[in-house]
């Protein structure tokens, strides 16, 4: 029988209610937002709290940070003003000259930083086609590779990597595995449990969910000395999250649960219904049965595969980019995991260099009505075509 006194909270529960936060002083339910730049110290001389200076720390920032943490089951979560700064700060930290496996397809800012860092020579990158377990092995270099980078599922063809497996891959090999799940935020996938050292998710997407704000989480079950130097080189660079961010992300998070099972319901029914449509080549979601990462995605994520999707168009790449510019709901702009639906030729956003296919359309799903996105969908396809 269920001891229901000593049941958890549920995830959704303790989103919802920000930790159930209350203020001390007025009863607030909604936390305050701590612009304060600096500190003023106690009459003996001591900071007051552990607060000195915004650029290390202040409790608005740490209170979204203990929303993360929760959700993600870490031990400590670190957010940054962006993804690409959380990104950058885990680069950073590694040692002159380490070996870093990353995946040959990926969010592409990430891997510009990482050809930079190759290219001044801090950092030797070996890439692995995405969600190939074998190649990984294959190019891993036991007691040199310093850090495996694994994004599942990945941008922009949603390729599902076997988390637990790569962290087997990486820890018999003495690297670590770092996991953006961006596309599947920690209520899909929590990435620590599935053995990852580092969760890392770009809070812009998902996390935040109303296109307002960039960050990004870093997460980890271990502080040590690798978190350390993490966190040392957020402080150096001055790239924490700010509190005014901070404060709209934790007013963001408290809907995660249902924005994604929105998102998921809807990009569910739009990959079903242009499946096998006779103006596409394919339609790449997790969701669906046909896709080869499906069983794994099942289970990284519990059923909640997210609101991302691609579709591949038939023509010329000038169709695919006639498809986005045809949409009247769908907004032609890059990002995700906002409330409203976006679709993207991804091909121009990513820019040259990049392997993807030119008829490639990302779209994020947002949380409209399924069958009005299907029909703004569909006139843009005969548009396009027409
Ligand atoms: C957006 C994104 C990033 C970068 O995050 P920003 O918040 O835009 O700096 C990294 N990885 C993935 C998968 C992303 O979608």
Redesign the pocket.
Known sequence: MTDRKNRPLSPATRLAQALHHVEERTGAVVPPIQLSATYARGADYAPRQPYIYRRDSNETTEHAEAIIADLEGAAATLLFA??????GAVLESLAPGAHVLAPGV??H??LQQMHKHQTTGRLAITQYPAGDLDAMQAAIRPGQTALVWV?TP??PDWTVTDIAAAARIAHDAGARLIA?C??TPPCCTRALDLGADIS?H????YLNGHSDV???ALSVCETGAIWDAIADVRKLQGTILHSFDAWLLIRGMRTLMLRVERQTENALAIAQHFEGHPLLQSVLYPGLPSHPGHGVALRQTGGMFGGMLSIITKGGEQTAIDTARACRLFYPAT??GGVESLIEHRKTVSGPGFDVHPNLLRLSIGIEDAQDLIDDLEQALTHAVG
């Open positions: 962006s993804g690409m700064s959380a990104a990926m969010y800012g990430v994004e990945n941008n953006d961006t596309a890392f770009s809070a812009t997407k960039t960050a990004g990002s995700l």
